[in-house]
Structures are given as structure tokens and as C-alpha cells.
């Protein structure tokens, strides 16, 4: 809690041009882990039956079931991200807006929080995932190296 506290405070300080690359930044890793949801994609394709085969088939199921929900919410958070630096003009339009760029940073201080979550959840995920077809291949090779002997 108090971190969150600490860091809501940090967004008071940044400027707009600060808040305008720190959303690049978060349009830019977020695009990429929509390619990568298209990887994710893929491999689960080419691993369908051995996901079904082996191992925990409702374990499976969970992880990509959470893989869709992933590519969900990582599309909210790109628009998101989107309407927020569209909203920038407010910051650097040189007028004095007090209350709308109080709203804007708080709209940046939400994002962040959102975005960070979201990236955690995510890493966990992504590990999940290679968890489950590095068990696949290591017991696609096993029965493999028992069928040559």
C-alpha cells in the first residue's frame, strides 16, 4: 500500500513530457505482448494434442483460457493507453487548467497501476505456459528415447 501511495505521488511530479514517453513506452510493450498472445497462439496450436495427452488436461485448459483473457485485456489497456496520450494536449496546451490536468495525472497514475498489474499477471502467464510445454517436450522425449531402446 504505501508504495502505491509513494508512486501515485511520483505521477504529481512528472511533467508532460514525461508522461508522454512513459506511455509510448507502455503502447510499445504492449504491442509486443500482443505479438507475442499470436505466439502463444501458435504454440498452443501445435502442442494441442499433446496438451490434451498429457498431464492435467483442466490445468491446461485454465492457463489458456487466461492466455485469451490476457489478449482481452491487453487490448483495453493499447486503447487505454491510446485515448490517454490523445488526451495530452490538456498538459502542454499552455493554458491553466488546474482541474483537468489534476484529472489527466490521476488518469496516468491509474494506467500505471493497471499497466503494472497487468504486466505481472502477465509474466506469470507467459512462465505457466512454457512451464506446461517444457514438461510436453521432456515427456514427448522420454517416450521417444524408451522406444529406440
Known amino acids: 500500500m ?4 509513494t508512486h501515485l505521488r511520483y505521477v504529481e511530479w512528472l511533467n508532460a513530457e514525461e508522461m508522454h514517453e512513459a506511455s509510448k513506452e507502455w503502447l510499445s510493450e504492449l504491442n509486443f505482448i500482443k505479438d507475442e498472445h499470436l505466439f502463444f497462439e501458435d504454440l498452443v496450436t501445435q502442442f494441442t494434442s499433446q496438451l490434451i495427452t498429457y498431464g492435467n488436461f483442466s490445468s491446461n485448459k485454465e492457463v489458456i483460457d487466461a492466455i485469451n483473457q490476457s489478449q482481452k485485456q491487453n487490448s483495453t489497456l493499447i486503447e487505454a493507453v491510446r485515448i490517454h496520450e490523445n488526451k ?3 498538459m502542454v496546451d499552455g493554458v491553466d ?3 483537468e490536468e489534476k484529472v489527466y495525472a490521476k ?4 494506467l500505471i497501476v493497471a499497466i503494472t498489474e497487468f504486466l505481472k499477471q502477465y509474466k506469470l502467464l507467459k512462465t505457466q505456459l512454457f512451464n506446461i510445454i517444457k514438461s510436453i517436450k521432456k515427456e514427448y522425449k522420454n517416450e521417444h528415447l524408451l522406444g529406440r531402446k
Not at 488518469?107 to 491509474?110: A, F, N, P, R, V
Open 2 to 5: 504505501e508504495t502505491t501511495q
Open 97 to 99: 487548467q488546474l482541474e
Open 107 to 110: 488518469e496516468h497514475s491509474d
Open 88 to 90: 495530452l494536449q490538456v
